[in-house]
Nanobody, 119 residues
Framework: QVQLVESGGGLVQAGGSLRLSCAASGRTFSFYRMAWFRQAPGKEREFVAS????????NYADSVKGRFTISRDNAKNTVYLQMNSLKPEDTAVYYC????????????WGQGTQVTVSS
């Protein structure tokens, strides 16, 4: 079993910053990649960023490149999402998720944390 708990969301003005955290517990040795997704009201969930659990491969959605940074601390079993230069369109519930090597999709999800950016 894998448990993921996100934190760090909140209300921030446009141009501000937030750092999200995702603490993982359970079978963390099975992780291949961890990712952040987001879902805005009335929209489908979309990919934000991902990072290999071991190694340096990182991917970002075009909409957040240059503003968001994903990182991890394996010793703490935690993945972070540093979000700078926030825009109102970044408002969403942010979820972290994990994927194991043998899977083609992310199978474990956290409960989400709300990020609201005011204009």
């Amino acid at each position: 079993q894998v448990q993921l708990v996100e934190s760090g969301g909140g209300l921030v003005q446009a141009g501000g910053s937030l750092r999200l955290s995702c603490a993982a517990s359970g079978r963390t040795f099975s992780f291949y990649r961890m990712a952040w997704f987001r879902q805005a009201p009335g929209k489908e969930r979309e990919f934000v960023a991902s990072i290999m659990w071991i190694g340096g491969n990182i991917n970002y959605a075009d909409s957040v490149k240059g503003r968001f940074t994903i990182s991890r601390d394996n010793a703490k079993n935690t993945v972070y999402l540093q979000m700078n230069s926030l825009k109102p369109e970044d408002t969403a519930v942010y979820y972290c998720a994990t994927r194991i090597l043998s899977a083609t999709s992310y199978g474990n999800w956290g409960q989400g944390t709300q990020v609201t950016v005011s204009s």
